[in-house]
């Protein structure tokens, strides 16, 4: 469907051609309508389907026909992460281009005084659109910089990240300061019951819409190298001395991990950064514009830019880790092969203990994931045997690492009590 053929005023559509926007997506074409009706809505729909033009379209829509006071706050976009706000705030200064009458200010942590005290001025002098990290907003409901109670539009984006997060007691503070007549849109990338709940608690009579949510694109490729952890480092590096790595992001499962990996294929000559929660805002901005820009081949990451992040010609996904579940594995990989015509490649590395975790995933996807074969001057690797190394039940029980320590011991000194307890764990 076209754009001209939704219910969009035409400074809308103005904005929208100016940028090269046709066809709507899917997620746009059912939600668009809904949200111009007024109905509160929970949508499920992943990152890359055009998600944030799907309800910044229709809020903008009804803000520009000029019945919504000029000096107040008319929408909240809450969001989990600064990047995902920051480029919210983007789409909404590209799309609003024709419209002026129209302001938006992205408020979030990280920031020096000065950002702060812009972003202060901006609340109070009543920005139509402001779009929040839930802390700092609560920051500013606190500090009563920030009036909420003429709200019309609250949009919760990635609402099962945010509650991953903690962020649940932040968000129902902030939904305590809007009007009750307030419209209420919800967009997650799965609907686990946490979701449902929160949706049961804040929505009234909604319209659900889903979007083929659980699954990658096909045409990004899905690849695995089955190997003992120690030989991760060695594969990748035989990986990228074969061709130079450009637009590659290197997922770990943590901020340490990631800073050691980083400097590891630094000290191999690799134009590598890498980004995690460590680093000040300004530093996280400058990584991201030195790797969009090309000036850095590969990002090494934690899970931090799995989601919310806009870049559109990544060629390489590496999952050095197994990610903590499956939704994550998908996020992940959705970074490659972005836009409807792109194709990406995905490689994850899957050791010993990661076994069971990646059998998951692929249940999850409903098809084998190709193990890709392993140059036999690397050494010996492990068979993928995920339920041999499905030790590991609900609490803290058996122990992967003991039991394949008691399979593979080739000296007979391992202790006999403990391969016992640990084959009944399994």
């Known amino acids: 469907m076209r754009f001209d053929e939704l219910d969009l005023e035409d400074s809308v559509l103005d904005g929208l051609y100016d940028m090269n926007f046709d066809e709507a997506t899917p997620i746009q074409e059912l939600t668009i309508p809904v949200i111009l009706e007024g109905k509160d809505i929970i949508a499920c729909a992943q990152t890359g ?184 480092i060695k594969i990748l590096q035989d990986l990228f001395s074969r061709s130079r790595p450009q637009r590659v992001i290197i997922f770990s499962s943590s901020k340490m991990k990631v800073k050691e990996l980083a400097s590891t294929l630094k000290r191999m000559k690799f134009n590598v950064a890498a980004m995690h929660s460590d680093l000040e805002q300004s530093q996280r901005e400058e990584v991201m514009k030195d790797f969009k820009n090309g000036h850095i081949d590969i990002l090494v990451a934690t899970d931090v830019v799995a989601r919310g992040i806009d870049i559109n010609d990544i060629k390489l996904v590496v999952n050095f880790d197994i990610p903590h579940d499956p939704e994550d594995y998908v996020h992940r990989i959705g970074r490659t092969a972005r836009g409807t015509n792109g194709e990406g490649l995905a490689i994850t590395f899957v050791s010993i203990d990661e076994q069971a975790q990646f059998k998951r995933i692929e249940d999850f996807l409903e098809k084998e994931v190709y193990k890709i074969p392993i140059d036999p001057s690397f050494g010996e690797v492990p068979l993928y045997e995920p339920e041999k ?18 399979r593979s011991s080739r000296s007979g000194k391992s202790n006999s009590h403990r391969k016992a307890t640990t084959s009944k764990a399994g």
Not at 222 to 228: G, L, N, R
Not at 389 to 406: D, F, I, L, P, V
């Open 389 to 406: 190394y499905n030790t590991r039940k609900k609490g803290k029980g058996g122990s992967r690492k003991s039991e394949a320590k008691g």
């Open 49 to 232: 389907t055009g998600k944030t033009a799907a309800y910044v379209l229709p809020v903008i829509n009804e803000l520009s026909k000029g019945h919504h006071p000029a000096d107040a706050v008319n929408a909240v976009i809450m969001a989990p992460t600064r990047e995902l706000a920051q480029q919210i705030d983007q789409q909404i200064q590209g799309f609003t281009y024709f419209i002026p009458s129209i302001s938006a200010v992205a408020v979030y942590g990280g920031t020096d005084g000065i950002t702060w005290e812009q972003q202060r001025r901006g609340l109070e002098m009543g920005a139509d659109i402001v779009i929040a990290t839930p802390g700092r907003l609560l920051s500013h409901i606190k500090l009563g910089t920030v009036d909420l109670s003429k709200v019309s539009f609250f949009v919760l984006d990635e609402a099962d990240r945010m509650l991953d997060m903690g962020f649940y007691d932040d968000i129902m503070q902030v939904y305590k300061q809007l009007s009750p007549t307030c419209q209420t849109i919800m967009f997650s990338a799965t609907m686990p019951p946490k979701i449902q709940a929160l949706a049961k608690s804040i929505l009234k009579d909604p319209e659900e819409i889903k979007i083929a949510i659980s699954r990658p694109p096909e045409s990004i490729m899905q690849t695995a190298y089955i190997c003992y952890d120690p030989q991760k």
